[in-house]
């Protein structure tokens, strides 16, 4: 049930839902929807016609495809037309459609830590799992060959699931490794689902896989975007889906049977969000912004005495919490500050029994929902729950 394991628990706890006002959002995973320093302001009307209140296009209106295929092309020479995109409601949609879609002899290699509902959605597909060793004992960094895998019996390809930058570790790879990984992934039988949730949030800037791909109407690989964390609107619910325009095609279809395309009223909202000049200040604002606060919160964290393993990306710190404590232990302390961080347990990809997770004591803490100003607050909330 991952994160809303941990939201419900602290709502029997405190009678709150974390992120109402006054409580410490740390478990979960959604950014600031105000301004940022530096960055562009969010909108807070939109105009419609009626013409707008009819159903939607299956794959996504003309107006939001062209923004999304620029925005690729132009930060990152994609080479993609708006026959490469397809538009979901979020990007959890979209990661679950790529997955449910999956020809039955398929691998799906992930590695052992990673964001939460992966766990949940192989589960449910009753997918065939190879874990690739991410854990305490490699910093939580696998290695290239790490990422050699062969097709388990009975199956002949092998699928990658990847976060990058990696939720909860904020591991993140680019340039050359990033682009060898995608030259490996892109051979016969071999494809990969890139979850790009945290472009926006990389140092010292964003970065896509879509730089490395030649041509993606050649590849089974699925980058997967969305609004929700770059963009700042995680409520607008609108996620994507770049592809060869075979792959576009069966989502397409999925559309009309089982989605019925998503709002056009928020497909209008990000495609304002998209213009070429708003979203460069947004991609440079976004990254030197949370990039402060991960430097910030790495040395408040780490002053605690929090191990942290946390990489150059994302919105989280990742780490093994001091005296001996697990995630759920911690947690029990931190709900009398109506405070709360997702147990490491629940993004342990390995587990069969919570209680015995190799994770069970590291904890993910999330500075994506919190300003500048909070910081003397929770560290105070912090040191107090670890005295
Ligand atoms: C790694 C990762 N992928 C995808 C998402 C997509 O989220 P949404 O479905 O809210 O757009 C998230 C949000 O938490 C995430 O952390």
Redesign the pocket.
């Known amino acids: 049930m991952g994160?809303y394991e941990t939201l419900f628990k602290f709502a029997d706890a405190t009678g709150k839902y974390m992120g109402d006002p006054g409580t410490h959002p740390w478990a979960q995973?959604?950014p600031l929807t105000t301004q940022i320093p530096g960055g562009p302001e969010l909108p807070k009307s939109i105009e419609f016609e009626s013409v707008d209140l009819k159903y939607p296009k299956a794959t996504g209106e003309p107006p939001l495809l062209r923004a999304i295929a620029d925005y690729y092309n132009h930060f990152y020479d994609a080479g993609i037309t708006t026959d490469n995109v397809a538009v979901?409601?979020?990007?959890?949609?979209?990661?679950f459609a790529t997955l449910a879609f999956l020809l039955d002899d398929t691998t799906v290699a992930l590695e052992e830590t990673?964001?939460?509902?992966?766990y949940d959605v192989l589960n449910v597909l009753n997918r065939k799992v190879h874990l690739i060793r991410s854990g305490e004992g490699n910093r939580f960094r696998p290695k290239a060959a790490d990422y050699d895998i062969a097709p388990l019996k009975d199956t002949s390809r092998v699928m990658l699931v990847k976060?990058n930058?990696?939720?909860p570790t904020g591991v993140a790879m680019g340039g050359n490794d990033l682009s060898a990984l995608i030259e490996q992934f892109s051979g016969e039988n071999r494809g990969a689902l890139i979850?790009?949730?945290?472009e926006f949030f990389c140092d010292p800037e964003p970065e896509s896989a879509l730089k490395y791909i030649d041509n993606i109407d050649e590849t089974n690989i699925f980058v997967?975007g969305?609004?929700?964390?770059g963009l700042q609107v995680?409520g607008m619910?609108?996620?994507w889906a770049i592809a060869s325009r075979d792959h576009i095609e069966i989502f397409r279809n999925y559309s009309s049977f089982g989605m019925g395309g998503v709002s056009r009223a928020s497909q209008i909202y990000v495609s304002k969000l998209l213009e070429r000049q708003r979203v460069t200040q947004a991609r440079t604002a976004v990254s030197t912004f949370y990039t402060a606060q991960r430097k910030r919160y790495g040395e408040g964290l780490a002053d605690l005495g929090l191990e942290l393993q946390t990489g150059t990306g994302?919105f989280y710190h990742w780490g093994k919490l001091p005296q001996g404590l697990t995630g759920d232990e911690f947690n029990e302390r931190l709900f009398a500050h109506e405070a709360g961080i997702l147990p490491g347990r629940l993004c342990d990809m390995a587990r069969t029994d919570d209680a015995k997770s190799a994770l069970a004591h590291y904890a993910r803490f999330s500075f994506g929902p919190l300003g500048a100003e909070s910081y003397d607050d929770d560290m105070r909330i912090l040191r107090e729950a670890l005295s």
């Open positions: 994160v995973g959604y979901f409601a979020g990007g959890r949609p979209a990661i990673e964001y939460t509902p992966y976060s930058p990696c939720n979850d790009e949730a945290y997967i969305a609004a929700t964390k995680p619910r609108i996620g994302g």
